[in-house]
């Protein structure tokens, strides 16, 4: 903390240097620049601002002494993740000298370098595969658990701050047990970061912010400076023929947004369009023609019922298909919707790594069908969820009330972070399961199925794997006037 109020104090001395140099008298400066580095001093001084120093020192340090034993990519990664906790204790101590924003609207720009250092973790993760990827995609994604600071209130939009942080570091853990998995008997360097990045937000974040913060952000008092007009800070002194760092790159779509999302302005399709046009109270008949008798197909003596069999079959229209490993299924347009209120449909995604569906209910099922190499996250409990013809498709899900059934896919990968009575694998080649200590009573049904393994808690406290191949090779054997049936062991179990 004293450094830090040293760098202020030299960063301020530098501008009056530079102001008596150009000629400007020292009771020309500006009369605020006191007032505006005494709050500085005294919001950096605050208690919760030094217990996140020390939280960011410990977490993030003991973060960034593995990833420099790795080196590459993932120091890249971890560098930039230090960087956003650094933006985000600005912000914070920020806050405390600004008056708090009526809206998320009014406090875009305060929000903007935290977009921004996010928006340099999530370009990483972009165009083709980097070495790493799950390194980086697990930082980037957990990222957006930063976004707590932009908390303004129970109607603003967002979760509560700790619930907030505990649902964004459910997106990235998907990525990070991969690591685990992958390198849990190769190298102990990798696995240690992963653990550490793990700490870091559970429960390191959660827990600061929890005690400290668990409203957002302290703000200044009423009539201070606006947030749109924040005050202006010293920049710090540059190093003699140090070059200006180049603008962060611009976010693809903001963290911390006021816009609806356009599904509601987009015209209903299908069954959906119907209902829609029944309940308007229009004439639902209107412009219809009435069938006359010379048009019903019992009076028509070109339609008699009697194939020729001189006349040839038209030639059928050649179907667009898509394979899916070995099953091959039809191809249509992506959909993510709610039909009758009842049934969430995921159809057709390919490519989409944040697919989530948030606003659920246990009365609710959730259905994927032909999706690719795609990410599913379904926040909440649900009645049950299906996941049909899909390959190389990650699903992770919370509760379900009945049942999760996998049915017809090759190479998926599911995540039970609750509960679960019922899970059920038909007809799969590859299937990757995680259940945590709440689902391990799971009743787990495979048929037609290989290459299937369970991962659970170890039990200990560094949070490792264990993992279980289920049987898909029986023997059967006759004894005592009855077959007996008994799994091939498996020598990795």
Request: aromatic share 6%; glycine share 8%; charged share 20%.
């Amino acid at each position: 903390m004293e450094k830090a109020l040293v760098e202020r104090l030299e960063a301020a001395v530098a501008c009056l240097e530079a102001a008596v140099a150009s000629g400007a008298s020292l009771s020309a400066a500006p009369r605020d620049l006191g007032d505006g580095l005494e709050a500085a001093a005294a919001a950096a001084s605050d208690p919760a601002i030094v217990a996140y120093d020390e939280f960011v020192a410990g977490a993030v340090g003991r973060l960034t002494a593995a990833a420099e034993k790795i080196g590459g990519k993932v120091l890249d990664a971890t560098k930039v993740l230090a960087e956003a906790f650094a933006v985000s204790k600005d912000r914070l101590v920020q806050a405390k000298q600004l008056q708090k924003p009526a809206s998320m609207a009014d406090a875009q720009d305060f929000f903007k370098p935290l977009n921004d250092v996010i928006a340099k973790a999530i370009a990483m993760t972009e165009g083709r595969r980097p070495d790493y990827f799950n390194h980086i995609k697990s930082v980037a994604d957990s990222l957006t658990a930063l976004a707590w600071v932009g908390f303004l209130g129970k109607d603003c939009g967002m979760s509560f701050p700790t619930a907030h942080v505990e649902e964004s570091w459910q997106m990235a853990e998907f990525y990070n047990n991969k690591v685990l998995v992958e390198y849990r008997n190769k190298d102990a360097d990798h696995v240690e970061w992963a653990k550490a990045l793990k700490e870091l937000y559970m429960p390191g974040l959660r827990d600061f912010v929890k005690k400290h913060y668990p409203l957002g952000p302290s703000w200044g008092p009423v009539g201070g400076a606006p947030v749109s007009q924040p005050k202006a800070t010293a920049p710090a002194p540059k190093a003699p023929g140090a070059k200006a760092p180049p603008p962060p790159a611009l976010p693809s779509a903001p963290l911390f947004t006021t816009e609806k999302s356009p599904k509601s302005a987009q015209p209903k399709e299908g069954m959906s369009a119907v209902f829609q046009e029944i309940s308007s109270g229009k004439a639902v008949t209107t412009g219809l023609r009435k069938v006359t008798d010379d048009m019903k197909t019992k009076n028509r003596s070109d339609r008699s019922g009697v194939v020729s069999s001189s006349t040839a079959a038209p030639a059928a229209a050649p179907e667009k298909t898509s394979r899916a490993g070995s099953f091959s299924f039809k191809s249509g347009p992506p959909k993510l919707e709610l039909q009758m209120g009842r049934k969430w449909v995921v159809e057709n995604q390919v490519g989409k790594k944040s697919l989530a569906i948030d606003d659920c209910d246990a009365r609710q099922s959730v259905y994927v069908y032909g999706c690719k190499d795609s990410v599913l996250q379904v926040n909440g409990k649900v009645n049950n969820i299906t996941v049909d013809k899909c390959t190389k498709v990650g699903i992770v899900f919370k509760h379900v009330v009945a049942a999760f059934e996998v049915v017809n896919c090759n190479g998926v990968e599911v995540q039970c972070q609750g509960t679960a009575p019922t899970i059920s694998i038909d007809n799969t080649s590859g299937c990757q399961l995680y259940l945590s200590n709440d689902s391990l009573g799971a009743s787990i049904t495979s048929a037609k199925s290989s290459e299937i393994n369970v991962m659970v808690p170890s039990g200990a406290t560094d949070g490792d794997w264990v993992e279980h191949a289920l049987p898909q090779q029986y023997i059967h054997s006759f004894k005592d006037g009855q077959f007996i049936t008994s799994p091939v062991s498996h020598s990795g179990a």
